[in-house]
């Protein structure tokens, strides 16, 4: 049949289909750290299955070995590269607590 004589079925678009996060030899482990890693923000958050792509077992291992890693200090609970300044909001109350009477 010609295109022009099926005006109502769709094309076949071609997409390429992500590659899986976690391939079948990974071993999901507190000491893989490079596996880790990727699965946290940048915020030391864990990210969630639906940006991780991954399946539900394979997310609670993932988490079960993030939270390993971090209690045996591995990884940081929080991860605070910007250090906030905390010298303003310390004079601002120290102002407050001396007041002459």
């Given at each position: 049949?010609?295109?022009s004589?099926?005006?109502?079925?769709?094309?076949?678009?071609s997409?390429?289909?992500?590659l899986?996060?976690i391939q079948?030899?990974?071993?999901?482990?507190y000491?893989?750290m490079?596996?880790?890693?990727?699965?946290?923000?940048?915020?030391?958050k864990?990210?969630?299955?639906?940006?991780?792509?991954?399946?539900l077992?394979?997310?609670?291992?993932?988490?079960?070995?993030?939270?390993?890693?971090?209690?045996?200090?591995?990884?940081?609970?929080?991860?605070?590269?910007?250090?906030?300044?905390?010298?303003e909001?310390?004079?601002?109350?120290?102002g407050?607590?001396?007041?002459n009477?």
């Amino acid at each position: 049949m010609d295109k022009s004589k099926r005006p109502f079925l769709k094309s076949k678009r071609s997409f390429r289909r992500r590659l899986p996060p976690i391939q079948s030899g990974d071993r999901i482990d507190y000491r893989n750290m490079s596996l880790i890693s990727r699965f946290i923000s940048e915020q030391g958050k864990i990210l969630s299955r639906r940006v991780n792509r991954l399946t539900l077992k394979q997310q609670r291992l993932i988490t079960i070995a993030i939270k390993q890693a971090r209690i045996l200090s591995l990884l940081p609970f929080l991860n605070n590269e910007k250090q906030f300044e905390r010298t303003e909001s310390t004079t601002r109350t120290m102002g407050l607590r001396t007041r002459n009477k």
